[in-house]
C-alpha cells in the first residue's frame, strides 16, 4: 500500500553524511510507490516554540508566522514522518529541534495525529551507541504521545567527515528502513 511520507531532515550540510543516509531512504521509498514530501529544516525559517498556547487560534498551526505553518499541513496529512538529521553535542540539532517543539501546536489543539508511522535516520562521531539515546529517547517520546507508531530507526556512529557515511552500511540500512511502511 502506498503512504504518503514527510522527511524531515536537520542537517545544514548539503552533503553531509544524514543527508546521504536520507537520500538512500527517500530512493527507496519512492522506488516502493510512496510518496515523500521532503523538508530541508536547516534552509528553512523557524523559530522556536513560545508556549503560548494560541496554536491554531488564528487558523494556523502556530501564530507566529514562520515555515512550520508550511510543514504542518504536510505532517498533518501524511502517514508517517521520518526524522532525519546529525547528533550534535549529544542532542538534536537546532535546525530541526523547532519543528519537534512546535508538534505541541497539535498536541495544545487536540489536533488528532494518532495512527501515523514515525522512524528515525541519525548518525554521530562517536564510536558509542549511547550517544544516540539523546536523540532516540526524545523522538520515542515525541511519538509515543501523539500515539504515533515508532517503527525503527537508523543510528550510524563513527562518521565524522562528509563521505564518511560511504565508509558503513548506514546508506543500506536507511533504504532497507524504507521496506517498513
Known sequence: MSKNIVVLTGSPRKNGNSIAMTDAFI?????KGHRVTRFDIASMKINGCRACETCFKTGKPCSFNDDFNIIAPAIQEA?????????????????????????????????DLSGKECALISCCEENDLSVFDGVRVPIERSAALLKWKMIGAVTIPSVVNVGDIEKTDGCKQAAILADKF
Not at 27 to 31: E, F, G, M, V
Not at 91 to 103: F, G, N
Open 79 to 111: 502517514d508517517a514522518v521520518v526524522f532525519t538529521f546529525p547528533v550534535y553535542w549529544y542532542s538534536i540539532p537546532s535546525q530541526i529541534k523547532a519543528v519537534i517543539d512546535k508538534l505541541f501546536s497539535f498536541y495544545n489543539a487536540k489536533v
Open 27 to 31: 530512493n527507496a521509498a519512492q522506488k
